[in-house]
């Protein structure tokens, strides 16, 4: 994202460059000639990602969690449309204009959008596996989601400012600063968010948690940051070597002494357009409906295989004080009486019963000696009387093992209750 120069701050020097991507931009919004097909192509592409995603959403009911994929793939289609028509119309008129800081500012503010959507999916597995968790679920979401918005507040003023012709040289100088603070602050949360996902991954391992569906959605994760990563390196290389600020200064002098990754068109479409559409189809081939249940409230069981439906975990304190002290160092929580719930889950009693459901404890009142809150899903050695418990979900129906046995898990099928699915029919 390059603005050429205002018609006469450059003389042209690029019929001695000897580079063909150099024209006569005298008269040019762009550095090099726009290439026409390439936004067609992108265009095509991103819209067609973004009715899968959507269909994916309302086939799975995922919503919540990758919207912000649906939103992206309209932004990045309206950015390589308005593309299109630059690339047709880029001399320096008021229209041109417009649709250039439109485009710019469309393509420019996807990715750390895409990070959020990867934090909400980071979340949520923390969510699947509340043991392991190095903290909150729900605060992986609003503290990186907050550093998401002061990077995007400073992503939209940074490139507004940018690709701007009419601004002054101290807001051109004001641009670059924010776009190159914004970049360096994403590659800090970049980092924090590895971070903080291997140092969920090593615990998972103690606790010899190794289900595909944590490792299938944890190397999704860090596939997606990489690319993200790897766009934002070139963003920040990019405006780094575009020295000095002040246009006007650097266009009188010779183009193609500018650094390679400004005056070529072909950076720009492989390392932000291609990579944020191997990025936006990555999350349509791995869509998390494929390891993560649409309700937060199940969780992975600690023998890592049973799934279980627990009370979910919850924060008392209030949205305000959540963002400005995530871990709890100055506002703790009350600690509440008992065991957290996933210590409770009846795994390991005398009597490992198959009923979905409750509060109660002991065979033919629950799903496991002692009472647990949640639900419970597995088939003890002799499972053959249906009993019906009154759970903290309503009724639900399931077998009673009135002996001892090895522990067998049944695998849920659905989140829909009927006669159907005895294994995980949420009742009520």
Known sequence: MVLAPPPGTYQNHGASSGSSDLFDSTRSLYIYEPKKVAPIVFTVMFILSGIFHFWQCYRYKFFKVMFLHIVCCLMFTAGFALRIYASHNYTFTTENINVYIASTCLIYMCPPLLELANYHVLGRILYYIPYCSPLHPGRVLTTFGLLSAVVEAMNAIGVAYLASPKVSETKSELGHALTKASLIVQLAVIAAFCALAILFQRRCARHGISSRKVTTGLVTLYTSMFLILGRCVYRTVEHFAFTPTAPGAQWRTDPADLNPIIKHEWFFYVFEAALMLTNSTLWNGSHPHRYLPADYNIY?????????????????????????????????????????????????????GAAYGGSGGGAGAGAGAGGFEGGYIGRGEEADRMVEVEGMYGPARGRESMVEGPYVPMPPKSEEAGDGHPLLARGG
């Open 300 to 352: 992975l069981a600690r023998d890592g295989v049973s799934e279980m439906v627990g009370p979910g975990w919850e924060d008392d304190r209030s949205f305000f004080i959540t963002l400005l002290d995530p871990f709890g160092w100055i506002w703790k929580t009350e600690k509440k009486a008992g065991r957290p719930f996933w210590e409770t889950d009846g795994v390991g009693g005398k009597y490992e």
